[in-house]
């Protein structure tokens, strides 16, 4: 399949003309053959590597707009979407149903991989948990997004958080769609015998870890139950190492962004959830200029109601400044591709490489159409997809050389039948 006709091509090694290949059969970015069959039109395109969100909780896609989850203190939060989840019955039905949704979305906005740090376990046994697990795959896989699945805890019992975590690294070895981590929601949450466990099953399996670090109640929790830091507990746990991403970081120091640097530790900016709800403005470009591998991610759809990745890259750009220095779009696309894949351990020397256009790398690729009065009298046509309209929808998505949308519409599945299963499976 080859991409011809754009405008320009873009990732963060430089920019190049002409056409570009994908082998549907490995997936990944192939030298350009004219012979080739399907031949997507990207005249008037920017073409980016496909969009990276490196931390989203997509079972909160059915819980969007909730009254009382606005602009209130995480503490709040908590409690009313712990409620929500309680009243719902959290289940495999339910998970699949927001996880198509949230994943369609994604695809809908350029988004081509999504790690789901999911923390809600309400099932009786394990296999419960492997049961919603597999639906969440599942519904990947028909959508046709690459899908980091994180056997997360908040609260749960470090026992049996670890052995669902076990049971879902062996339903799922990785390949190269679907990739387990494991992530407990913070000290807030989870003590020192739950990353201890966590961190064992990563360590046989070979897993990243993942947590989320001085959010604004994380901060507040360890100083009254630890009289500590957040990282300070993090490094005694073994949970500042190169194998580890921080997302958020809302509340740091300076010589905190300097640990996280030295520990090789990669980090994950959500602006479309602190910045709303009032939780924090992370210093990302400071972790960028001390050498961390800097993603971005949407969150969840409890405190950012959307997964809209390009939107929440244009946010961060615009409220750099206030956190240090500014920074440009180009950067932030950075961040949004390269960045997140190096933070879910699929950068460059990682096999089929996320987040370049080079061959040899996987074969994500997103076509933006610039070449609409939105984009008109911009000069430089990188820079407008986040400055001129941010809200666009691309053209055409590839992932895995397989089409997941062609001429702005999604073709794995129908988007309105998704949307109507996870109308009613959130009424019940």
């Known amino acids: 399949m080859r991409v011809v006709g754009a405008l320009r091509h873009w990732d963060v090694r430089g920019e190049s003309a002409g056409d570009l290949a994908c082998d549907p059969v490995t997936g990944r970015f192939v030298d350009a053959r004219p012979d080739d069959d399907d031949v997507l039109v990207a005249e008037g395109c920017v073409v980016t590597p496909g969009l990276v969100n490196a931390h989203h909780h997509l079972l909160q896609t059915a819980f969007r707009t909730l009254p009382g989850s606005r602009g209130v203190p995480m503490r709040k939060w908590l409690g009313v979407m712990g409620a929500a989840y309680r009243r ?94 494991v992530g407990p929601a913070g000290v807030h949450s989870d003590a020192k015998e739950t990353f201890t466990l966590l961190g064992d099953v990563a360590a046989r399996y070979g897993l990243r870890r993942r947590t989320q670090a001085n959010e604004q109640v994380d901060v507040q929790v360890a100083a009254e139950k630890y009289g500590r830091r957040p990282l300070d507990l993090l490094d005694d746990w073994g949970w500042l190492a190169p194998d580890v991403t921080l997302a958020h970081l809302c509340d740091v120091t300076p010589a905190e962004v300097r640990r996280v640097a030295a520990a090789g530790v990669s980090v994950t900016h959500a602006p479309g959830c602190d910045l709303p709800m009032g939780w924090g403005v992370a210093p990302m470009a400071s972790f960028a200029d001390a050498g961390v591998a800097v993603g971005l991610g949407t969150s969840g759809g409890g405190s950012n109601d959307a997964g809209h990745l390009l939107a929440d890259a244009r946010l961060a750009m615009q409220v750099a400044p206030l956190a240090g220095r500014p920074v440009s779009a180009r950067e932030v696309l950075g961040w949004a591709t390269a960045g997140s894949a190096a933070g879910l351990g699929r950068g460059p020397g990682s096999g089929a490489a996320l987040g370049s256009l080079a061959v040899g790398a996987a074969a994500d690729l997103v076509c933006w159409d610039v070449s609409g009065v939105a984009d008109a009298g911009v000069a430089d046509p990188v820079g407008g997809l986040l400055w001129a309209d941010p809200g666009r929808r691309p053209r055409h998505v590839v992932i895995a050389g397989r089409v997941v949308v062609r001429d702005y519409r999604l073709v794995t599945a129908d988007e309105t039948a998704v949307a109507r299963d996870l109308g009613r499976a959130s009424q019940r």
């Open 88 to 181: 719902a019955g959290v289940d495999a039905e339910l998970a699949a149903a927001a996880a198509s949704a949230g994943l369609a979305e994604a695809a809908l906005r350029g988004v081509t991989t999504v790690a789901d740090h999911h923390l809600t376990w309400l099932g009786a046994s394990v296999s419960d948990d492997v049961e919603l697990a597999s639906a969440v795959v599942a519904a990947a896989r028909r959508i046709g997004v690459r899908l980091v699945f994180v056997r997360g805890s908040a609260g749960d019992d470090p026992m049996r958080a670890a052995e669902s975590a076990a049971a879902i690294a062996s339903a799922f070895p990785a390949d190269d769609l679907v990739r387990v981590a």
